[in-house]
Nanobody
Framework: QVQLVESGGGLVQAGGSLRLSCAASTRTFMQYAMAWFRQTPGKERELVAAINWNGGRSSHAGSVKGRFTISRDNAENMVYLSMNSLKPEDTAAYYC?????????????????????WGQGTQVTVSS
C-alpha cells in the first residue's frame, strides 16, 4: 500500500511562493500518475495539477496555469508543486494523490475518482 506524505505548506503573503513536496513510500510510485488537489471548507476537492508516470505529460487547472508547476523526481520518489504569484484564493488544504489504475500510462486523469491513495494534506494560507 502506498503512503504519501505532504510537506511545505504554510503562511505566505500574496505574490509570494511556496513549493509543496510529496514523498511516496514505495518504489512502484514511479510507475503511476500523480496529482495535487486542493480543498477549502464547504467546497469539493478540486484538481490543481497532474503528471504522468515519467513527467512527459502534465495538466494544470486553468486557475493556476502559468503560476503553478507540477514535477516529479522518480529517483527520489517525490512529486512537487511549485507555486508562484500566490493569491488569497489559493488558500486551501493541498493533497497529494496517486492514480494506481494503470502503470506506465501515457495519459493522465483529471477526475478525482481515478485517484486511489491520498496524503493527509498540507495547509496553504495566502494573506492579502
Amino acid at each position: 500500500q502506498v503512503q504519501l506524505v505532504e510537506s511545505g505548506g504554510g503562511l505566505v503573503q500574496a505574490g509570494g511562493s511556496l513549493r509543496l513536496s510529496c514523498a511516496a513510500s514505495t518504489r512502484t510510485f514511479m510507475q503511476y500518475a500523480m496529482a495535487w488537489f486542493r480543498q477549502t471548507p464547504g467546497k469539493e476537492r478540486e484538481l490543481v495539477a497532474a503528471i504522468n508516470w515519467n513527467g512527459g505529460r502534465s495538466s494544470h487547472a486553468g486557475s493556476v496555469k502559468g503560476r503553478f508547476t507540477i514535477s516529479r523526481d522518480n529517483a527520489e520518489n517525490m512529486v512537487y508543486l511549485s507555486m508562484n504569484s500566490l493569491k488569497p484564493e489559493d488558500t486551501a488544504a493541498y493533497y497529494c494523490a496517486t492514480d494506481q489504475q494503470e502503470p506506465f500510462a501515457a495519459m493522465i486523469s483529471t477526475a478525482l475518482v481515478a485517484y486511489d491513495y491520498w496524503g493527509q494534506g498540507t495547509q496553504v494560507t495566502v494573506s492579502s
